[in-house]
């Protein structure tokens, strides 16, 4: 990928339950195995299950600041599809942001959900490059486990070479940060979303 590690910004957003804050901490690790700077911030902490959270990667060679500013996002990544016109604000044509986005949507009481075909509608004034992919019914259909999702996604994310960072430095990310137990699994999930791309 071309681009110069001078930053990396990523946004990922979705509701509490889906894994997001394990992905943060992999891809902040994977950063920091590869000699960058990396800084991470949750914001709208309600990661109980169905809360609205959003989590900030920044790496590169010299990083300030753990948020990512208006319209600053390289690549954003949504595991629930609504909460991905949140993450809007963080998107710009100018800087190319890339949105990856899981095709599910969380039912939220007394509102009526957004299809996802509208949101990849909506997103086209933000971004050039916006992937919708059902990944929630694709990993509970071949790994059992819809939780997954956002591994797909990472997956995803990494065959159309939208992540500076190297594939080993990922799987060595996660070694360290998934509990053993689940170790397998989680790389299954990365590398199907890969031969499915």
């Known amino acids: 990928m ?11 957003c979705g509701v509490g ?9 992999i891809l902040v690790k994977a950063a920091l195995n590869e000699g960058y700077e990396a800084k991470t911030s949750e914001l709208h902490g309600l990661s109980q299950r169905g809360g609205s959270v959003e989590t900030h990667i920044r790496f590169g060679e010299k990083i300030y600041s753990p948020l990512v500013k208006k319209g600053g996002a390289n690549l954003i ?11 809007s604000y963080y998107a710009s ?10 095709d599910f949507i969380a039912s939220i009481p007394t509102k009526e959900p ?19 992919i059902p990944a929630t019914e694709f990993t509970q259909k071949e790994l059992g486990n819809s ?5 797909y996604l990472l997956g995803m994310a990494f065959s159309n070479k939208l992540i500076p960072l190297k594939y080993s430095s ?11 137990q689940f170790f397998d699994l989680n790389k299954r999930a990365l590398e199907l979303a890969q031969k499915n791309d």
């Open 2 to 12: 071309e681009k110069t590690l001078d930053q990396f910004n990523i946004v990922i």
């Open 17 to 25: 339950g889906q894994g997001l804050i394990t992905l943060n901490k």
């Open 77 to 87: 990544i949504a595991i629930e599809a609504q909460e991905a016109l949140k993450a």
């Open 93 to 102: 044509k100018k800087t190319e942001t890339v949105f990856v986005i899981n």
């Open 114 to 132: 957004i299809p996802s075909q509208k949101i990849s509608e909506l997103l086209k004034d933000f971004s050039k490059k916006v992937l919708l």
């Open 147 to 151: 939780v997954l999702a956002g591994m």
């Open 170 to 180: 990922i799987l060595k990310a996660m070694e360290e940060i998934v509990p053993k």
